[in-house]
């Protein structure tokens, strides 16, 4: 394998956003049935890239998501609320560090 692409995959082990779970290692990473993230992808709190083969991939990003989702679900939040209360959460967290980095850059 040329240097380059040991570069390019190593650069993916820390990219957050890399697709690198299939469904079903998701699923079992964060305890649920694949059917549940279907669910919330229905929801529209994640949106899976699909493998060449049409094949959902879910990031880490994702999954930690997924993960909180479960547990507001499991505590009886319905899918549709936890989904939105968490999305507004992964909003306002990005909008918060995007503040800190122009702060930082004044």
């Not at 993916?12 to 469904?23: E, S």
């Not at 929801?43 to 049409?54: C, F, M």
């Not at 479960?70 to 939105?84: F, K, L, N, S, W």
């Amino acid at each position: 394998m040329p240097s380059e692409d040991r570069s390019h995959a190593a650069d993916r082990l820390d990219d957050d956003h890399h697709p690198a779970y299939t469904m079903g290692r998701a699923a079992e990473v964060i305890g649920a049935t694949p059917g549940f993230l279907r669910a919330l992808g229905e929801a529209g709190l994640i949106t899976p890239l699909r493998s060449e083969g049409g094949h959902r991939r879910y990031s880490r990003h994702q999954l930690r998501l997924a993960a909180r989702a479960r547990d507001m679900v499991d505590q009886g939040t319905p899918i549709e609320a936890a989904c939105r209360i968490i999305g507004l959460e992964d909003q306002l967290a990005d909008a918060l560090r995007v503040n800190e980095e122009l702060r930082r850059d004044e």
